[in-house]
Each structure stands twice: as C-alpha cells, then as structure tokens.
C-alpha cells in the first residue's frame, strides 16, 4: 500500500497547480460574478490539457488517468472555490469518457477533440420535472421518425446548454431517454449523445432558459425543453434498451471527481480560515488559542485527510477496472463513488459554515469570499449527482445488499 502519487503525477500536478495560479486562482471572483466567460476560461483549460484528461490521445486527450483528474479538479477548485472551473472539468472528464466507451467510431472523432480543445461541451441531460434520484421512471421519449429519433420531454437540471450554444463547435449532453415502456423500467432506457449545436450549427426541436442560482455562477445551469429534436441512429451511446447502466457508470465517475472538487474548495476554505484565527484577536489573545476554534480547526483538517484519500481510493479503483483489472468492478467504484461524494461535499459544506463563524459577521460580506464559496458548495450537497441520502443509499445497498435495503 502507497500513500505517496508517482513522480510522472507529482510533475503533472506541479504543472496543474502552476497554471491555476497563473490563470484562474486571480480571477475566480470574476468567473463568479461572469465577468470571465466560462466559455474564454475553456479555451484556456483545452490549451493546458486539462479537458477530457483520461480520453485516449487518438480522440485529442491526455492518455490520463482518473487519479490525475482528481488531482487536477482538486487543484482548480483550491483556485476557484465557487466551483464553476472545476465542475466544468469533472463533467468533461466523466461523461466525454463514456462517449468515448459506448459511442461509434465517427462520432468520437468528431466530437471528442473538440472537447479536448475547449471548443464544445458534453453535459449530461438527467433529471426530469418529477424528480431526479429515480432515473428507471424517467419520461423523456426517444421515438423512431424515420431514420432519426426524436426525443420529447423536460429536462429540468442541465448544466451547460448556454454554454454549449457559445463555443464554436457546440456540444450538447448525454441524454438519458425512454425508448421502451414506463413499466419497463431500467430495461427501457437508452442514452443519446444529443447534440443541441453541432459545427457550429443550433439544432431545431428544443428550447431552453437558465435558472438564476444561488452560487456556481460562472456555469449556467437551466431547464431544457425537448420538442421533437432529431438525433442520428448513431449518435446511440450502447444498445437500445442498455442505456440504463451506462448512465450509472457516468454518475459513479463524475462523483468521485466531484469529491475532489469538494476537497479542493474544503482546503481553500481551512487555509483562508487558519490565517484568520492565527492573526484575529478576542479578548488579547488570538482565536486559535481558544479550544472551541482550535479543537474544531483540528476536527475538520482530520475530516479532510480522511475525505482525500477517500477521493484517491475511488480514482485508483475506476483506473484499475479501466485497464482490465478483474478483482475489481463497476459495482465497487459506485460504492466508492459514493463515498467520495458523500464524505467531501459534507465536509465542504461544514467547513464553510464553521469558518464564517470565526469570521463573524464579516463573512456575511462578498469582500471576505468564504460565502461564495458556500454557496458553490451547496450545489452538490442538496443533490447534483445525488443527493446525500442518495449516496447512503448506494452505499449501503452495494455493502448490506438490495435484499436487505
């Protein structure tokens, strides 16, 4: 057992933390408050090789791994804890990489180096008006119109869709559809690469508009309306029918990077916070003194270590079962997965309330930032991906097992 990275990962962080400094660590407020286009901070991320970062160099990726991912995303949200950058990232590691897994030959090489260059975006279409967490009893039709399909329904929670409507390619989302009976269930879902702008051009059939949201501001988030837009057959990501698994295996990627997104912001906010208690001062002596901050201060960074290697653990398994391992499974990166979310976002979360009470009321200001953070936070704490109890319950149904839960 090693708890130590490789040379080959340590240069490749030295090079991720060195360009986050440089390039967004001084401007994260600006990409908050959309002064900084995400779709301008794209471009930059494609140059420096940080999209699409475990997809194979034949479709313009790094040939990386999911542990460099994780390094990467927990690096760019210790340099913009809003979250906006690094979500951006985690999304076009995971679901890009089940595009290149399912998806057809032609449509990977189209597609995928143009994701790599920051020139489109691959979101995922999930969660329905009726509720997010049962993706068996989603609505959204796909239907055979000759030699397309058409999907119809809502998709109430997409990441991106502006976003994609900006860059010069477009992009669109794995969208998660119904081509068998609602009694049916699982067996009769199937995802589409649909793509809602494709080299450059809008596709008809859909209308959009984006919610105003608390944090996160700088990747717009909204509600998409599908009426009748045409996919190809081979746009098809698997099998008819078979979608249903491939959509988990999407989600179990993006929540282990998504826990490093969450250790990234939790450090960010412990290191802004011991500054803090080290040089604040109550009643002539500094508040780290007082066992009420230090012992907590204590409690979180111990938190945080547990919750890193949490995050590790759950890439080092995706990249074992990505290159053949058989002692592994699909089966154990979701019960990591989830226990990646479920430890980091929690922690994030936490950490944000409890150093604004050491700042006081001046955290209720923008100038001091631990606010904003919180907010960008809460995105994955209140259900992006899951929901907390989302993740217990997958935890607990992997270890217990579904006859018992």
Known sequence: MEFSISGEDKMFLESVRAFAEREIAPRWVDIDERRWPIEEVAAKLGEAGLLGIP???????????????????????????????PVY????????FIVQRYGRDEVKEEVLPEVAKGRAFIGIGSTE???????????????????????????NMVTGVTTVLNLPYGGGLVA????????????????????????????????????????????????????????????????????????MEGFDLARTII?????????????RGLEWIRQRAVFGKPIASYQAVSFKFAELYARLEAARLAVYKAAWIADRIYRGDSA??????????????YLAVSLAVETALEVMKWFGGASYFKET???????????????????????????????VGRDYV
């Open 176 to 247: 998660i559809t119904r081509t068998g009976r609602l009694e049916d269930k699982h067996r009769g879902i199937t995802v589409f690469l649909a793509l809602l702008k494709r080299r450059g051009q809008r596709a008809e059939g859909f209308e959009h508009r984006d919610w105003e949201e608390i944090g996160r501001h700088g990747l717009p988030t909204g509600y998409l309306r599908l009426e009748g837009l045409p996919v190809e057959d081979r746009f098809m990501l698997g099998e008819l029918n078979g979608g249903f698994k491939i959509a």
């Open 89 to 96: 990232v985690l999304l076009e590691t995971a679901w890009p």
């Open 259 to 271: 826990g490093a997104a969450s250790v990234g912001a939790a450090r960010w906010l412990l290191d």
């Open 328 to 341: 592994f499974s699909i089966k154990d990166i979701a019960t990591a997965g989830a226990v990646a979310k």
């Open 55 to 85: 997809l194979s160099s034949k479709y313009g990726g790094q040939d990386g791994t999911f542990l460099q991912a994780a390094l990467a995303v927990e690096e760019l949200a210790y340099a913009d804890p809003s979250l906006a950058t």
């Open 369 to 399: 930032n631990v606010a904003r953070v919180l907010l960008g936070t809460l995105s994955y704490y209140v259900g992006a991906e899951g929901a907390e109890n989302i993740m217990k319950l997958i935890i607990a149904r992997n270890v």
């Open 129 to 155: 008006p009726q509720g997010g967490s049962d993706v068996a009893s989603f609505q959204t039709k796909a239907v055979r119109d000759g030699g397309v399909w058409r999907l119809y329904g809502e998709k």
